[in-house]
């Protein structure tokens, strides 16, 4: 599990988002400027959704530590 946890959720429950508001991506995983130490991450870059927001950011800071 990501997180590490190991408990057993008290509730669980999910839904499906069908509403999302980007329309044309960046088309990148992220935007990241080495030399000027600057970068910028989000849904905007792969698709209005959680799990393009976290692997945006998560792609991000792998590149910020050196890992991408
Ligand atoms: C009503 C609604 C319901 C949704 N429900 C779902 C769902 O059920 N499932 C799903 O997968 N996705 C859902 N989504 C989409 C999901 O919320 C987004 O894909 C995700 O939150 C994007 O994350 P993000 O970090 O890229 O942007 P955001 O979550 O929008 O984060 C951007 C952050 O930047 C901050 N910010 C903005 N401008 C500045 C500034 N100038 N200076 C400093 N900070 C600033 C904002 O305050 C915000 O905290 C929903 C979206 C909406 C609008």
Excluded: K
């Amino acid at each position: 599990m990501l997180t590490g946890l190991q408990e057993a959720p008290s509730y669980l429950a999910a839904h499906r988002w069908r509403y999302a508001l980007v329309e044309e991506t960046a088309g990148e995983p992220f935007l990241y400027d080495e030399a000027r130490a600057i970068g910028a991450c989000g849904d905007w870059c792969l698709g209005a959704r959680v799990e393009a927001a976290f692997d945006s950011g998560d792609g991000l800071g792998a590149a910020i530590a050196g890992r991408a």
